[in-house]
């Protein structure tokens, strides 16, 4: 069910514009409007889980999420040379959108990444 104001959830309804990359019965993957890589791309699940933890209770949900992340990658040409999927949880991992959802990054040396801020 989508939550009403979820930034994502509007997204995928086509209420705000987006740069569609690859979409699935259970997934909508699209173009990241701040990349910080040369790919950066997306993938939503099309139902509405506010982090990993709510998309863990759904482990078929969650597996379509990241067969849909390998997928982009492939169609990005990223496959071969390397890629993250990434998955924010919480206040301390950076996530400021409140639907789950995986980073596929690369297209270049990707840097290292988990140090703190400070």
């Known amino acids: 069910m989508p939550a009403s104001d979820c930034l994502f959830c509007k997204i995928i309804a086509g209420e705000i514009p987006s740069t569609k990359v690859l979409e699935t019965d259970t997934t ?15 993938v939503v699940p099309r139902t509405h889980h506010e982090d990993a933890e709510a998309l863990a209770k759904e482990p078929q949900q969650l597996a379509d999420v990241i067969a849909t992340g390998v997928q982009v990658a492939r169609q990005e040409g990223i496959d071969q040379s390397g890629f993250r999927l ?33």
């Open 28 to 42: 909508y993957a699209f173009r990241d409007i701040n990349p910080q890589a040369a790919v950066h791309v997306l």
């Open 86 to 118: 990434v998955l924010n949880t919480g206040d301390d991992a950076g996530r400021t959108v409140f639907h789950a959802h995986v980073h596929v990054l690369g297209g270049e040396q990707l840097g290292l990444f988990g140090r703190p801020s400070h």
